[in-house]
Structures are given as structure tokens and as C-alpha cells.
């Protein structure tokens, strides 16, 4: 997130001493109003992190703001209990296993095809890619019923392999929009040079484009990742018990809201964690991925 | 950074035309070999369920039978996917103008601070997370109990500050009282009180745990000259026959806090509020006067909102999604606000412009495009709204909270309607359609150079 500067008007010389004063009521009225701003959207977010650190008995006596007063009641319980369940753990290591190879699939064929819409010449082209750009705002509500019922005839229903390709599929578009977009500005004389050393189609993409493309690829693959890291949808309905990642296995747990927050919040904290560490370690990333794929 | 990656895709591309005629002389096996897996796995899953949808959409249940238009007709006769469709344009109405306003007042605002950049961070962070980790936290946030939800402890905080709250639920007279029912849940004694009296106003029923905290043992009434002194209290003693009826007995507990009115002619001209004892003093004033413990005294503890009931449950998943997205909002439209000419503002400050001129005859203005992208993404968005409402909303008014994407979700793998289900699926799409041929538009002038 890039920082602004501070924009406020120099207070500057010759100025009256009562729009001095009106400016100074007025930055302090801003500086109030963002502070409870940011606490209101810190507070839920605290509110279940502390919830996730009391006990059960704890959390139905009273808030979790009780803590405050009492810091003894703050536990691991939870967590460590949590990370026993074997349902648990296995649903995160699904969520690994759907959300790596989707990644890196969409970036290897988005890639490619990003690159032959850029720089191949063959007829159609522009329609071609036209054609992909439509697709960017297809909702993934549309191909629910029909790929549930392609997948039980190729029977990879219920596995990984098929969150996988759903996965892949719908990030295409977003995938080979970006990558398009950033290969078609790579300098012509560039490539023409590493031509004439003798350089095929397939070196010059590997040794040439693929090392150029560093920025928009971390664009695109943090952007994919968070997207079927924190996706539910698609494995609610194509994956099994044996195949689902950890947002189907804790809203199976939902139901029982009231009984079961002790499983409910550190768990959505634990499916939490990647995300955030990503989030924060890749925040650039993250915002020029969010920015070129404000049509998704 | 941003427009190192994002540059084709957020500004026009350079005006000078530059030839991308391959470099190397492609022959067309080689560019249909680096196309073939993007363009086969589009081809199988995305582009091919858009026409199954469709065709199907025109089918019965079992899929075997012509339909016609049934499935579409259903749309609009169905309860449930009316529901959800009138849900629906309440969260495209609401929803992405409430996220797009606070974006813009937040990115506005934080250029005026010097730890904007945080707060920024602390916005756009619920981007990062999943729906559902945003859903469970709501959950909890809009917790029906003022001890476990945040909302409602802060509402029911405010309340009670604003409002008299009352102690004693469930209180009534017990036999052969001298305080009789006013109606309204209100208690009013049978006679009238004259000036030097003293009066007992008995009660019974109050649970021993829901007592006020500071409820002493009560005193009878003393006569103190004109005044006329009385004691409120819980006329019960446990154990068979332990207490006498009507009298203050020892063990028994005054109603600390209890509010008394004198009313006369249907007027009240005087109010005490019992001590901690139960006892209340009255002056001459109150003479000829019934007394009478008004209902406000016994309404059950004002518990907060039913966040989650049937009429509040969509406004307040809204509610979440904003939390999620006005970050998003708020970073596309500060990028917009980087790249705008500062002379600008400047010139209009210096004509004498207050901040809120500038605000309003410039910076909107010229962010006008921004905004528009910024609302049309996250209508889009909420079309295809599902995690939210599927985790927040309770079993009991899930129906009331149906959105479309969930209507699709319930008709296709629950109630095994997939002819209706592939409808709702066509009529999204549709919907979607216009932002589809723009963003085809806005590109083809940009990829012909």
C-alpha cells in the first residue's frame, strides 16, 4: 500500500489565526473519527481471537471482553485440542493440496497462452483473447450443475483433482488477462535481440519473458492463491469427506454455532493464518493483483 | 508498484502504435501448442457449462422432458427465489454504494493523518481472509446475548444508559395485597394515601439471584410529620409460614431502586425511588394520592436487537460484506486519488475553496471514473454473494436472508431441481452480460495497435 503524504495545507504564513484554529478542530476531528473507524473494523476480527483463547465454559458465562479484566482465562486449549482432531488437520492439508497446484497451474498455462495472445501471430488472435476477457466476469454459480455432472462422468467427482481443475479454470481468464496485458508491453527490442542470438519460441519465452515477468506473476499467483485458499463454494460441492479443505470442514461445524465456538474460532483463525502472513508479507502483491482484477 | 504489474490493465496503453508481429516467425503449431491447455480447459469448464446451462435451463426436474419457459416462470412464482431475488436488490443496491461511499471518505480522510497508511492496512486486511472465517466472526459479533455478541452488548450498553432499566421482572402482589394490577403491567394501591401516613407496598416473585446487588433487609415506615414514608419491598420468606403476609419480616429484602409515583386524577405529582432498604419518603403533596410502581419497574431486561431475526438478518450480513470489501473500495479509489493532478486542489484552495468545496466540485469529479469501476466490481460481487449468508444466517431465518447464489446452491444440490436451478444460473449471467460486452469494449480499442 503505497503512502500517501500527509496532504494537509501547510499552515502556511499569513493565514488568519481562526482558520488556523478550524483547521486544527478539524484534523482532530478527522484523527477521532478514523480511530473509531479502525477500532470498529479491528473489533470483530479481536472479538473471536479472543474468543478462540478462552475455554468453552468461559465463553457461555460471558464475552470475551472479559478478559480484559481477567487475562488468567486466556488458553491454548483450543487450539491444542484442535490440532489433535485429525479431521481438522487433514482438512488443511487439502486446503494445501487444492491451493499449490491450482496456483501454479494457473500461472504456467496463463502464462503460455498470455504469451501467444502477446506475441504469436496467428488469424483471430484479438478475437481470441476478446473471447477470454468475456469470460473474466462469468459468475462460478454457472458452472456448478453442469461441471458436477462432467466430473461424475469422468469420475474425478469428490477428489482433489477436481476442485483443482475447477480451480484452474476460473482463474484463466483473470490470469491470461493480466499476463497479456504485462508481456504486451515488454520492449520489442528485447525480444528481437535474444531472436537474433538464436533464441527458439519456446527458449525465448523460458530465458527472456518468463524472468521479465516476476511482478505481474506475484500479482496473479498471490491473487490466486488467497482466491482458493479462502474459497468454500466450489468445495462444498466437489469435494468428499476425504478431499475437503478446511472451510468445508469447519462450516459443517456452523450449525451448532452457540455449542461449538471452541472449535469455531480457533479454527477459523487457524484458516486464517496463510492468508494473513501472505497478506502482509506480499501486501504490494496483493493490492496490484486486487487492482488489475477489479472486473473479476 | 501497482502500475508496474497492473498497467495494461488499469490505463490505456502508450499511444504509439508498436508492432507485435512475432519476433520469431511463429508457425501456427507452435502458437496453437502454447494456447491448446488454456484455451481446452476454458473451453470444458468454463464456456461449455455456460451452454449446458442454458439448454438446461429449458428441462425438467429429471431432465428428460421440454419444459419451455417453466423453470423462468418459476423465478418469479417460487417463494423462495422471490425472496431471494427481492434480497438481492437490496444487497446491489446497498451493498456496493455504502462500500464505495466509505471507500472514498477513508481514502479522502487517511491522506490527512500520518499513520493513514495503518489504518489502511487494518481496512483492507478482511480482504485476505476467507468468507467463511468473515462469517464466523460476525457470527459472534452479532451474537443474540448482550454477555457473548459485541453488537448487541453495545447496543443494550447504550439503552440502558438512555433508558431506565428495570430490576425487578416477574415482581407482582402476592394475596390480599393492597396493590392491584393498573394495567399495562403497572401496580397501583387500592386506596388513597393522606399526608403522615405511612405505606407498605408488598410484592412477591422476584427470583432471590435477579435482586438488585445492593437490596438491604427492609424497614418497616416510620411517620415523620406530614411526609408520608413507605417501604417497598419482597414481602416473602423462605420456608412454610416463616413470613407474616404484608409485613416487613427480617429476613426480607427492601427493593433498592424500585421507582414509586403519586397519582392524582390520572396525573402524576410526585416520584421517589426506593433506597437500598426498600424505604421512600413522599412529601404532604402526595396527599389524596393512590400510589402506584410503574411498568417500566418490571419489563423484562431490555436484551438488544435480534440481529440475526427474520427482518434485521439481511441488513446486518450487509453489513459484514461491507466490513470486507470498503477496504477494497478504499485502495482502488486512494490509487485513483495518487494520480490526480494536485495543482488542482491547490488552485481551488487558494480561490478561497473550503475542503468540503474541494471535496465536493473536485475530487469527486475527477474520481467519478474510479468510482463507477470501483461500484460496478462489487455489484458484480454481490450478485454472486454466497458465503456470507450461507455461514451467518441461522437455520431459522436462512429463508429470510435467500440470496439467488444461495437459491442456486439449495435448488441444484438439495432439493434436486437442477431445470430451476441452471434458470437462476442463466438469469445471473445475464445480469453479469453488460459488464461482460463493457470490459470486451473498453479492450478492443486497446489491443488493436
Not at chain 1, 504485462?182 to 519473458?209: H, K, N, W
Not at chain 1, 482466491?227 to 460441492?237: E, G, S
Not at chain 2, 455456460?50 to 426436474?61: A, K, P
Amino acid at each position: 500500500m503505497s503512502a500517501t503524504k500527509a496532504g494537509a495545507a501547510p499552515a502556511g504564513a499569513g493565514r488568519s489565526l481562526g482558520s488556523r484554529l478550524s483547521e486544527w478542530v478539524s484534523g482532530g476531528l478527522v484523527r477521532v473519527f478514523l480511530i473509531v473507524v479502525g477500532l470498529f473494523w479491528l473489533v470483530p476480527t479481536v472479538g473471536l481471537l479472543l474468543a478462540s483463547l478462552r475455554t468453552p465454559q468461559d465463553m457461555a458465562a460471558d464475552g470475551w471482553w472479559t478478559v480484559f479484566t481477567e487475562p488468567s482465562q486466556l488458553t491454548f486449549g483450543a487450539y491444542e485440542t484442535l490440532l489433535e482432531n485429525d479431521d481438522i488437520t487433514g482438512s488443511l492439508l487439502n486446503t494445501v493440496y487444492i491451493t499449490v497446484p491450482a496456483t501454479v497451474l494457473v500461472v504456467v498455462i496463463g502464462s503460455l497462452a498470455g504469451y501467444a495472445f502477446a506475441w504469436m501471430e496467428f488469424p483471430g488472435r484479438d478475437w481470441w483473447f476478446l473471447a477470454v476477457v468475456g469470460l473474466l466476469v462469468v459468475p462460478v454459480q454457472v458452472a456448478l450443475i453442469p461441471i458436477a455432472e462432467l466430473f461424475g462422468k469422468l469420475g474425478v467427482f469428490g477428489s482433489l483433482t477436481g476442485v483443482v481443475l475447477f480451480h484452474v479454470g476460473f482463474g484463466l481468464p483473470f490470469a491470461v488477462f493480466l499476463l497479456r496485458n504485462f508481456f504486451a508491453e515488454i520492449p520489442r527490442e528485447l525480444l528481437e535481440a535474444a531472436r537474433l542470438d538464436g533464441a527458439g519460441e519456446l527458449r525465448l519465452f523460458v530465458r527472456v519473458v518468463m524472468p521479465l515477468a516476476g511482478p505481474a506473476i506475484a500479482a496473479l499467483g498471490i491473487f490466486q492463491f488467497l482466491w482458493v485458499w479462502n474459497d468454500m463454494l466450489v468445495a462444498l460441492i466437489f469435494t468428499d469427506s476425504g478431499s475437503q479443505p478446511i472451510t468445508v470442514a469447519l462450516q459443517t461445524q456452523v450449525r451448532q454455532f452457540g455449542n461449538n465456538i471452541d472449535v469455531l474460532a480457533p479454527g477459523a483463525f487457524i484458516s486464517m493464518v496463510v492468508p494473513l502472513v501472505v497478506f502482509f508479507a506480499f501486501q504490494r502483491q496483493f493490492v496490484s493483483g486486487v487492482m488489475a482484477g477489479a472486473v473479476k | 508498484m501497482a502500475s508496474d504489474t497492473a498497467a495494461g490493465a488499469t490505463r490505456p496503453a502508450p499511444a504509439a502504435p508498436k508492432s507485435r508481429k512475432s519476433v520469431t516467425g511463429t508457425r501456427r503449431t507452435v502458437a496453437a501448442l502454447f494456447l491448446l491447455p488454456a484455451l481446452v480447459l476454458l473451453g470444458a469448464l468454463v464456456v461449455y457449462p455456460i451452454g449446458y446451462s442454458v439448454v438446461r435451463s429449458f428441462y425438467d426436474q429429471s431432465g428428460d422432458g421440454f419444459a419451455g419457459f417453466d423453470n423462468y416462470q418459476s423465478l418469479f412464482t417460487d417463494d423462495g427465489i422471490r425472496t431471494a431475488l427481492k434480497n438481492n436488490v437490496l444487497w446491489v443496491v446497498f451493498a456496493p454504494t455504502v462500500a464505495t461511499a466509505l471507500g472514498l471518505v477513508f481514502a479522502v480522510l487517511t491522506e490527512r493523518v500520518r499513520w493513514g497508511t495503518a489504518f489502511k492496512l487494518v481496512v483492507f486486511m478482511p480482504m485476505a481472509i476467507s468468507m467463511l472465517a468473515a462469517g464466523i466472526i460476525f457470527r459472534l459479533v452479532y451474537d443474540q446475548d448482550p454477555d457473548k455478541g459485541v453488537a448487541n452488548a453495545v447496543w443494550v450498553g447504550v439503552h440502558d444508559t438512555f433508558a431506565q432499566s428495570s430490576a425487578f421482572p416477574k415482581a407482582h402482589p402476592g394475596r390480599e395485597s393492597p396493590l392491584e394490577p393498573a394495567g399495562g403491567g403497572a401496580f397501583v394501591t387500592k386506596g388513597t394515601v393522606s399526608a403522615g401516613d405511612t405505606v407498605t407496598l408488598p410484592l412477591v416473585g422476584v427470583a432471590p439471584d435477579l435482586m438488585p446487588d445492593g437490596a438491604k433487609r427492609a424497614v418497616a415506615p416510620k411517620p415523620d410529620g406530614d411526609r408520608i414514608n413507605g417501604t417497598t419491598w419482597q414481602d416473602f420468606t423462605r420456608g412454610k409460614g416463616v413470613g407474616t403476609l404484608n409485613q416487613v419480616d427480617a429476613a426480607e429484602l427492601g427493593y433498592a431502586g424500585m421507582r414509586v409515583e403519586a397519582v392524582k386524577d390520572g396525573e402524576v405529582v410526585e416520584t421517589a425511588t426506593a433506597g437500598d432498604d426498600g424505604s421512600f419518603s413522599l412529601s404532604a403533596e402526595a396527599d389524596g394520592a393512590r400510589l402506584r410502581l410503574p411498568a417500566s419497574n418490571f419489563q423484562e431486561p431490555y436484551n438488544g436487537l435480534d440481529w440475526l431475526g427474520p427482518s434485521l438478518v439481511t441488513p446486518a450480513i450487509i453489513g459484514s460484506y461491507i466490513w470486507m470489501w470498503a477496504g477494497f473500495a478504499m485502495v482502488l479509489i486512494a490509487a485513483g486519488l495518487a494520480g490526480m493532478p494536485r495543482e488542482l486542489l491547490e488552485a481551488a484552495r487558494v480561490d478561497g475553496a473550503n475542503e468540503w468545496q474541494v471535496f465536493r466540485r473536485i475530487t469527486v469529479p475527477l474520481l467519478a471514473p474510479v468510482l463507477a469501476v470501483v461500484t460496478v466490481t462489487l455489484m458484480i460481487n454481490v450478485l454472486k454473494v454466497f458465503d456470507l449468508v450461507f455461514i451467518i444466517a441461522p437455520g431459522s431465518s436462512q429463508d429470510d436472508a435467500n440470496v439467488l447464489a444461495l437459491e442456486l446452491y439449495r435448488k441444484g444440490f438439495s432439493e434436486d431441481q437442477p431445470g430451476v436451478a441452471s434458470a437462476i444460473a442463466v438469469f445471473l449471467l445475464l445480469l453479469v452480460i453488460p459488464v461482460m460486452w463493457f470490459n470486451v469494449r473498453r479492450l478492443r480499442r486497446e489491443v488493436r495497435r
